[in-house]
């Protein structure tokens, strides 16, 4: 039987995470290993219009599964976003003799991914984003080790808020999406979480919560702020008028998208890398790899891209019974 997949790309797009370098290595090795020759596209879309590439083999994909970002860099291509971008992007697959596209990211990234396939590219989808807000995958690369990074950040702000008996809020990434912000919440114990997913009562869930936990016995207090509720430095201004206490404001930022993945992240990355070149070798594309209970599945594109995924709220409920610091439900 002839081989359908022959070569084929993989590229990472959209903002980075940590875990991206281990999918590329497993979509390279998994091809290796099957025989298909692997091309990595650089600067996600933007690599595919202008033709910038590289042959990954084993020696180009060597000790990259601990690493963080990605070597084969990333953006968000304005000019694929047009009919002549996706035009020159086909053109490019064509030319290289491009069989199929593993395409590493989040929404974004499918939705290129689906055009790419509508005009006749194969490709398989790898959801990655430290914000975890990907509908069709329980689980997205890169969440757990942003997690770990902002608790990591936390734990050390706690040590100096505890000296100086001071409050201190800190913003953490999601523009949309809460999931970072609630889990690093629940982990580090948080005196208050706000996330996009709720709408803020800042007497209830900012004020009252530091009262009660000060008439409890706390002397300092961690409020954790989700980027998409709005800014860090607005909630600790309205904090200083409402009670005169003066928070520190912490801005984590891109530093939750660096440093090396967890074992988790290079886990999943590299099942899922495996799984999206397989597809490709026993004929299937036009997929997402994604986690589901149970194990990682494959949903088609335009069905994984209208899936809908919710923040578990009982992780909210859990969050403020054991806040409380002794408070007694009224
Ligand atoms: O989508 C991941 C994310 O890290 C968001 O949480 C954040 O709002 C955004 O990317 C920041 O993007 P940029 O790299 O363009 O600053």
Redesign the pocket.
Known sequence: MEKKFKRIGVLTS??D?PGMNAVVRAVARTAMYYGIECIGIKRGYAGLINSDFVVLNADSVRHIVGRGGTILYTA?SDEFMTEKGREKAVATCKMLGLDGIVAVG?DGTFKGALELSRLGVPVMGIPA???N?IGCSNYTIGFDSACNTAIDCVDKLRDTMQSHERCSVVEV???HAGF?ALYVGIAVGATAVLIPERELDFDKDVIERIQNSRLAGQTHFMIIVA?GVGSAITIGERIKEAIGIDPRVTVLG?I??GGAPTGRDRETATRMGYMAVKAFYEGRSGSVICTREGGIVEIPIEEALAMKKHLQMDRYEILEAIAASGAQVK
């Open positions: 959209g903002g995470s968000r989040g984003t430290i914000d807000d990434m999601g523009r970072l980027e891109h939750q998208r």
